[in-house]
């Protein structure tokens, strides 16, 4: 039986144990439903050549040779990754269009016993409601962004305020970048549409009766594009923003990007991507810096000379009012926690 999806949340309360993705783990890599898991039953050259017979000799000869290998990967999925599942398990299954292969793995795991469903449309009939969420529906909750120049501790922030129990969008985690050239982090970003995907979970998550705290960020999370109507309700919307002095906040990111200046070679390069904007004098000293490890020096040259002047220029053409300015001297963990404490209370406080 297939299911049909009229809203991302119907994949909460629908009640599967598990969600199963049995595209090509190139397709599964592209995008594909939050917490599903890839059983493939036609890998990324299966899935090509069944294609190309398909295309070049003959449906039928397609259909004939697709089966057998799904047929083949079912049993592997069944003996390894599904073994261990009771007779009550409910699996929810899925493909490009809920076609062949979703039917295929279904018919096979419903004749053994556990209950089995598809859903209508497959992954496409998934994607047009991430799209619809993400570009064709009003953003649910009042948008409050959390402001403040590089270093300010913005995503520790945020995280403090999701702990407090703040109605919050953390779109860095969403792009896996911390929004600047050396922003880079571990296993690099998740493509557009998965991008869009954690996002519109996220969005139909909201509770419209609550405001929703997102970082300030550009258009862009290093090179996933943020959907329009989000921007526009960021753009519009009041700011929280801290204000620390340049020193601190060089001293919060020697210790946020710890990850990065021990990797010398990497922050060296990142440097680099500098060069067409700065003097070589300039660049050739932070090469010194990083060099010697003076990370906290570096941090403040770069805040003076590159960072605080461009988030000074993009406030301008994208902020709407300036907002409330929540002071700092310290941004050490105990001065967060506090910060956090103050910014809780604004968020919710009754309008």
Same mark, same amino acid.
């Given at each position: 039986m297939a299911i049909t999806l009229t809203a991302l949340t119907d994949l909460a309360t629908l009640g599967f144990d598990t969600i199963i993705d049995v595209r090509s783990p190139a397709e599964f890599e592209d995008d594909h439903i939050p917490g599903a898991i890839s059983l493939p039953v036609l890998d990324n050259a299966e899935r090509a050549r069944v294609g190309t017979i398909y295309k070049q000799v003959n449906p039928f000869t397609a259909r004939k040779i697709g089966g057998a290998l799904v047929a083949r990967n079912a049993a592997l999925h069944i003996e390894g990754p599904l073994a261990d599942k009771p007779g009550g398990w409910r699996p929810l299954v899925y493909c490009w269009r809920g076609g062949q292969r979703s039917g295929s793995f279904a018919t096979i795991l419903s004749q053994i016993g556990w209950r089995t469903e598809t859903i209508a449309g497959g992954?496409?009939?998934?994607?047009?409601?991430?799209?619809?969420?993400?570009?064709?529906?009003?953003?649910?909750?009042?948008?409050?962004?959390?402001?403040?120049?590089t270093g300010s501790a913005k995503t520790e922030l945020l995280h403090l305020l999701a702990a407090r129990g703040v109605q919050v969008i953390d779109l860095e985690g969403m792009a896996n970048h911390r929004g600047s050239l050396f922003g880079a982090m571990p296993g690099g970003q998740p493509g557009q549409r998965a991008f869009e995907s954690r996002l519109a979970a996220a969005l139909a998550a909201l509770d419209?009766?609550?405001?929703?705290?997102?970082? +300030?960020?550009?258009?862009?999370?290093?090179?996933?594009?943020?959907?329009?109507? %989000? &921007?526009?309700?960021?753009? +519009?919307?009041?700011?929280?923003?801290?204000?620390? #002095?340049?020193?601190?906040? !060089?001293?919060? %990111?020697?210790?946020?990007?710890?990850?990065? *200046?021990?990797?010398?070679?990497?922050?060296?390069?990142?440097?680099?991507?500098?060069? #067409?904007?700065?003097?070589?004098?300039?660049?050739?000293? &932070?090469?010194? %810096?990083?060099?010697?490890?003076?990370?906290?020096?570096?941090?403040?040259?770069?805040?003076?000379?590159?960072?605080?002047?461009?988030?000074?220029?993009?406030? !301008?053409?994208?902020? *709407?009012? !300036?907002?409330?300015?929540?002071?700092?001297?310290?941004? *050490?963990?105990?001065?967060?926690?506090? %910060?956090?404490?103050?910014l809780a209370a604004r968020v919710t406080a009754p309008s």
């Open positions: 992954y496409k009939a998934y994607r047009s409601l991430v799209v619809q969420a993400c570009y064709d529906t009003p953003i649910a909750s009042p948008v409050v962004l959390l402001d403040g120049n419209p009766a609550r405001p929703v705290v997102i970082e +300030a960020e550009s258009s862009k999370v290093g090179n996933r594009a943020l959907p329009s109507p %989000l &921007w526009k309700a960021m753009c +519009a919307g009041p700011r929280l923003h801290i204000a620390a #002095p340049r020193a601190a906040r !060089a001293r919060y %990111l020697a210790r946020a990007y710890a990850d990065l *200046t021990e990797d010398a070679a990497q922050l060296a390069r990142v440097i680099d991507l500098l060069r #067409p904007l700065h003097a070589a004098e300039v660049i050739h000293r &932070w090469h010194a %810096l990083a060099a010697t490890g003076a990370f906290a020096q570096l941090a403040d040259e770069l805040m003076a000379r590159h960072y605080d002047p461009r988030y000074d220029k993009q406030r !301008a053409r994208t902020a *709407t009012e !300036a907002g409330d300015i929540f002071a700092t001297d310290e941004l *050490t963990p105990e001065a967060l926690e506090r %910060l956090a404490d103050r």
